[in-house]
């Protein structure tokens, strides 16, 4: 069962989002007259956001769907919960944290769509709808996480490859060809706490983590490649004196190092 009563990891990843088809994350209904009828989600600052909401249920249900293709629903809801929480009052908090993603790139248009009765099949009213068009970029941390076995990033990037396929859509209006998005790793970090370098160089096991199952994970550096479990990647690595060792793995690492996650989980 999760403990975040200490810290044995903090794992961070960054990335892009890209709108493939118009996306919309709506805001409720609009109260002024000059305002679409379903505007988008926007920051303070008038910018269109994917709230971090959104995110953690894009990827919850999408692995849900992708796990339940091979093992029992018993079994997918108790690790599900084990990574990003349950509602319920005995159940612990999420290891895995969303961000709300910023736009960069792209423009917000306004879409006619028209309401149909379902008992007369007639249209029953027009109404507009705002959305970001498709080529927008939204781009930030993407999620972190606290004591999550580096394996479980094995899972997300399962999703993030379903999203390569057109498939798991993101937002509302999917019926009406909305949400299709592609999601690319900018880069990963680690953070062991209370570790210095010659810890890393000389390896150490992180033991406690989520899930339970996927067990410890043995890391280790030299030069400028880090390990887990004897795997090797390219990255960067420092010591904070408050923080412990931060390891960073950049672009052209980072789907190596998520290729690699997933090989090593055994369900």
């Known amino acids: ?42 920051n303070t600052h008038g910018i269109p ?22 093992m029992q629903k018993s079994y997918v809801d108790d690790l599900l919960k084990e990574i990003f929480g349950g509602s319920g009052e005995s159940d612990k908090a999420s290891a895995v944290l969303f961000h709300e993603m910023r736009m960069i790139k792209g423009r917000v248009s306004e879409r006619k769509h028209i309401a149909i009765n379902p008992e007369t099949g007639g249209v029953s009213n027009l109404f507009d709808v705002e959305c970001v ?3 927008a970029v939204f781009e ?21 490859d379903v999203t390569k396929l057109g498939f798991g859509r ?44 996927f067990g410890s994970i043995r890391v280790k550096a030299s030069d400028s490649e880090f390990s887990v479990d004897d795997e090797k990647f390219k990255a960067e690595m420092k010591e904070n004196p408050y923080l412990g060792v931060e390891v960073k ?3 052209e690492e980072a ?3 998520l ?9």
């Open 1 to 42: 069962m999760a403990d975040f009563s200490k810290y044995s990891i903090l794992i961070s990843v960054s990335g892009t989002i890209t709108a493939k088809s118009p996306l919309r994350i709506g805001a409720g209904r609009a109260l002024g007259i000059m305002e679409s009828d379903l505007p988008v989600i926007k």
């Open 49 to 70: 956001v994917i709230p971090g909401s959104s995110l953690k249920g894009f990827f919850r249900g999408q692995l849900q769907k992708i796990l339940l293709m091979r």
């Open 133 to 135: 068009m498709d080529g």
């Open 140 to 160: 930030g941390k993407m999620l972190s996480a606290r004591n999550l076995n580096p394996k479980a990033l094995g899972l997300i990037k399962v999703v993030i």
């Open 170 to 213: 993101l937002g509302g209006f999917k019926s009406r060809g909305y949400g299709e998005v592609e999601i690319a790793v900018e880069d990963i970090g680690l953070v062991f706490p209370g570790m210095g370098m010659n810890d890393l160089r000389s390896g150490f096991s992180v033991e406690d983590l989520i899930p339970e199952e």
């Open 249 to 251: 793995i950049g672009k």
């Open 255 to 257: 789907k190596k190092f």
């Open 259 to 267: 290729d690699s996650m997933l090989r090593m989980v055994k369900l």
